[in-house]
């Protein structure tokens, strides 16, 4: 069984701090997502990896894929209020995707 | 373009009654996929389906299905209700490729209460 595991759980940062979340898994996957996720609306898509030390930079997000496609981390720098919400990663397997127990950001003013 | 749609956004039903959901994915999208979400377990996969075939299905019971139309939108049923599938239904459409899934875009999901 494909498992992903997130972690930390729970992040509460002050603004302009940097955070780093990280997403691991035994298993090899061809493509690992990452996606942000607010109360009441469905999960968007930030990014994708297939490249196993690829590394894609959005604005104040760094996403990184490990070498061996096992993992992979997000981070943040200088956070802000509008960060805040629910993280997760989602490793593509066989036309579905495997969803990480997800990381909650909140980042206070 | 529009987003993928979901119908209806609120539902609720009784232990044993049966439910479908209702998927329109983005214009051009043939592969859709379901996903369930739960404060306890979060998102897990159900089924997805490309050109009206299910390519892959998750560790559900029955109770759950699913089908997909012509035009690519796509429902899901779940019958005999229990207290357990009150959840968050999550529909998502991707292009779909040959090999696999690609990146997928939500909709806004139905929140489902079974009392």
């Known amino acids: 069984t494909q498992l992903l595991e997130q972690s930390p759980q729970f992040l509460s940062i002050q603004e302009g701090e940097n955070l780093t979340v990280y997403c691991n898994s035994s298993?090899?996957?061809?493509?690992l997502q990452w996606y942000r996720q607010e109360p009441g609306e469905g999960p968007v898509l930030l990014v994708t990896v297939v490249t196993g030390g690829e590394v894609k930079k959005l604005k104040r997000l760094t996403f990184q894929f490990g070498d061996a496609r096992k993992d992979s981390s997000l981070h943040i720098t200088a956070a802000q209020p509008g960060d805040t919400g629910l993280y997760l990663c989602?490793?593509?397997?066989?036309?579905?995707?495997?969803f990480g127990s997800g990381t909650r950001l909140l980042v206070r003013p | 373009k529009a987003g993928v749609t979901q119908t209806p956004r609120y539902l609720i039903k009784t232990r044993g009654q049966q439910v479908t959901l209702s998927c329109s994915p983005i214009?051009?999208?043939?592969?859709v996929s379901w996903y369930q979400q739960t404060p306890g377990q979060g998102l897990q996969f159900l089924f997805e389906?490309?050109?009206?075939?299910?390519?892959n299905k998750g560790n559900f019971p029955g109770r759950f299905s699913g089908r997909q139309f012509s035009n690519s939108r796509s429902e899901m049923n779940v019958s005999t209700l229990e207290l357990g599938d009150s959840a968050l239904y999550l529909c998502?459409?991707?292009?779909?490729?040959?090999?696999?899934?690609?990146?997928?875009?939500f909709g806004p999901g139905t929140r489902l209460t079974v009392l």
């Open positions: 214009s051009g999208h043939r592969s």
């Open positions: 389906y490309f050109s009206e075939t299910q390519r």
């Open positions: 989602a490793g593509g397997s066989s036309y579905k995707l495997i």
């Open positions: 298993s090899v996957f061809s493509s």
């Open positions: 998502a459409s991707s292009l779909g490729l040959r090999d696999r899934v690609g990146e997928q875009f």
